[in-house]
Structure formats: structure tokens, C-alpha cells
């Protein structure tokens, strides 16, 4: 792995987003505490010593979709246990008050960040990088990064401190992949997944 820069500007290159509504699938069984910032310290922006929670979400529904389902399957068939334990969350974000720090395009580049190290499969790195910008003094809330799956699109991960700017969306509730097939149609119409 190579190292993180030594430091980091004091004033950090910023994603604003002017949208509202995002989007996370989740594992059904912590659905009713949606949205939840957990400490697995297992997923690519997780903290490396589980001293904060994280929240991964995305503006649109593909993307959440690529980056929690589809990952490293390249043939495209999804293990039915893995689609039917998952719901889908609409998040409503108050991203005019959250400072997301850019880990991508000039971001990136100003932060003087390994962009294969970013997108490898050993979370070493961006895990030591969630860390040391969480601790950052300027106390973001959280990341906006390229989707590893779905370069198109940009993805975001949430720490546990913006937790008072991200509720579910108004009217909604989670809902288990395996009873929206809506949603498994509208993905199949642009990746023609199967279940296995």
C-alpha cells in the first residue's frame, strides 16, 4: 500500500450537491433503524478502528445498487439470498448545511490521493483515508467518491457526526428488494442481472 500524504490542506476541497433525495440499500434486518451509521469497519470507507460509523448512499438507485449487489460480479448473477435480504432506503439529506469533502477529480488531485489505491479491492488505504479525513479539524461530515462499479456516478459515505442532517424520506419506508419488483425491472432495463 502506499502512504497517504503526510498531511492535509487545511481547507479541503469540497462536493456540494444541490439535490436532496439519495438513496442506500441496506440489509432488511437493520432496516427499521434506517438510516444507520454502523462501525463494521469492513467496507472500503469503514473506519480501520470502528471509532465511527459510516452510511454509504448515492443519488440514484443504480448506483446503490452496483456498489451493494453487483460488486465484483462481472457475469452478473446475484446470489438470491444476497438480493432478497437487502432493501432500498430514500434518504432526504440536508446537503446545503453537510461538508462533504471530494476524494474525486481535482479533489482528489489537490488531496494528492493514489487513485488505484482508492479503487483497489484492499480497503487498507481508503480506510486510512476515511480516518484521517474524519479527524480532520475542520470535522467533515462525510466523503463524495467515484462509484468503484459504476464509474459514471459518484457515491457518497456519511460519518456517524452527520447523522442530525440525514432522516428517511418524508411519507417513506424501507422496502425489501424482493417486494419492489419495480426496482429489480428498472435495473434489469440497463444490466441485465440474474438471480442465482
Do not use: W
Amino acid at each position: 500500500m502506499k502512504a497517504l500524504p503526510a498531511s492535509f490542506p487545511v481547507t479541503l476541497p469540497l462536493h456540494t450537491f444541490t439535490e436532496a433525495a439519495f438513496f442506500r440499500i441496506c440489509k432488511t434486518m437493520y432496516s427499521s433503524s434506517e438510516p444507520s451509521f454502523r462501525a463494521a469497519g469492513t467496507y472500503r470507507f469503514d473506519s480501520p478502528d470502528r471509532s465511527f460509523g459510516t452510511l454509504y448512499c448515492a443519488r440514484n438507485f443504480k448506483t446503490c445498487f452496483f456498489e451493494t449487489i453487483v460488486r465484483d460480479r462481472p457475469d452478473l448473477k446475484i446470489p438470491a439470498a444476497d438480493y432478497n435480504n437487502r432493501s432500498a432506503v430514500q434518504l432526504l439529506l440536508d446537503t446545503l448545511t453537510l461538508r462533504l469533502v471530494a476524494i474525486h477529480g481535482d479533489g482528489a488531485q489537490t488531496l494528492r490521493l493514489n487513485l488505484a489505491e482508492l479503487a483497489g479491492t484492499d480497503y487498507t488505504y481508503p480506510q486510512a483515508l476515511a480516518k484521517a479525513i474524519h479527524d480532520h479539524v475542520s470535522e467533515p461530515h462525510g466523503m463524495v467518491y467515484r462509484s468503484r462499479f459504476d464509474d459514471d456516478a459518484l457515491a457518497m459515505v456519511l460519518f456517524e457526526r452527520a447523522k442530525p442532517h440525514v432522516r428517511i424520506f418524508p411519507d417513506s419506508t424501507p422496502v425489501a428488494l424482493s417486494d419492489a419488483k419495480e426496482l429489480g425491472d428498472a435495473i434489469r432495463n440497463t444490466v441485465p442481472f440474474i438471480l442465482v
